[in-house]
């Protein structure tokens, strides 16, 4: 600090002692952050209002790493190369073939080291934390899910499975995940409409004749039957399978890295999306059109809130 020489002058009262000269530097400091009051005292502000900013929570990446796809037949590519056969290089999800174009060749740069398919033929709702367990060993940077159709197309409606097992099933399966893979994406498909599946399927006699070997009996027996009777059957399908989806898009709301996909059951498929050899499965038309759907809603961006 510089100095500045003035004559002395001989001071008419007492100097400050030590306290008065500690409390002067300390009014010093504090002035400009809340002003210091000499004899008056002036208003004082109270405690600060100003909120602290909220943590930014998991943002949603729309170019994964890598994928890991957990289901059911449809996952797999079951009959839609070969008949009576799991085909994974035409599956939606991380499928191989150049002509189905899957989730995995349009996100991942190599989808062969880089994508798992985890998915079984059959598989209920009640096996996904099986399926999750296994997947968890990649440590996906995405997983997919589709499953639920096996749950309704039983061999009558009354062996469906139950609506509240059902979502219970469910939570228990992303409560695990989020336990093993915090950080992971999640895309959960809806259950394909069944009802929309019988009444494109039953356009060919050769896959009605297939459906009599026991395909989904709760929705396609006796496909040409149209009694009140029948109707109700089918009525009762299709609303599982609608009481299924609001469960999986309300567990999956929950879950910040969750996204619920609806189009899966409102798209208008037709017989040309179906396999030739079981009019059940998706065929790899088909199939690609669930990798395109899949794909606008993994990479849709979405505006913060």
Not at 14 to 32: D, F, H, N, Q, Y
Not at 156 to 184: G, Q, Y
Request: hydrophobic fraction near 35%.
């Amino acid at each position: 600090m510089t100095h500045i020489d003035r004559p002395f002058r001989p001071r008419r009262h007492r100097s400050a002692g030590p306290v008065t000269r500690a409390a002067a530097a300390v009014c010093a400091l504090v002035i400009p952050l809340a002003g210091c009051g000499g004899g008056s005292a002036g208003p004082h502000p109270g405690p600060s209002t100003k909120r602290p900013a909220a943590k930014a929570g998991p943002v949603w990446r729309t170019d994964p790493g890598s994928i890991a796809a957990l289901g059911d037949s449809i996952t797999v590519g079951f009959d839609a190369c070969t008949v009576l056969s799991d085909c994974p290089e035409v599956s939606w999800a991380t499928g191989t073939d150049p002509k189905v174009d899957s989730l995995a060749r349009r996100l991942v740069r190599n989808p062969v080291t880089h994508s798992w398919n985890h998915a079984r033929t059959g598989a209920l709702m009640s096996e996904l934390p099986d399926q999750i367990a296994a997947a968890a060993r990649h440590r996906p940077e995405l997983v997919t899910i589709l499953i639920g159709a096996n749950d309704a197309c039983r061999s009558d409606v009354r062996a469906m499975t139950p609506t509240r097992t059902f979502r219970a099933d469910f939570e228990r399966a992303l409560k695990k995940l989020r336990r093993v893979l915090p950080r992971t994406q999640v895309y959960v498909a809806a259950v394909p409409d069944l009802l929309r599946l019988w009444s494109e399927g039953r356009k060919n006699q050769l896959g009605k004749q297939v459906w009599k070997l026991g395909i989904c009996g709760s929705m396609l027996r006796d496909p040409d039957d149209l009694t009140r009777s029948a109707e109700r059957r089918r009525e009762k399908v299709r609303d599982r399978v609608m009481a299924y989806n609001r469960a999986l898009a309300r567990v999956c709301r929950k879950d910040a890295l969750c996204r619920f996909d609806g189009s899966v059951f409102d798209y208008r498929f037709t017989d040309r999306q179906l396999s030739t050899w079981d009019w059940f499965h998706p065929g790899m038309r088909g199939q690609r059109e669930l990798a395109e759907l899949a794909f606008r809603t993994i990479t849709r961006v979405e505006s913060r809130r």
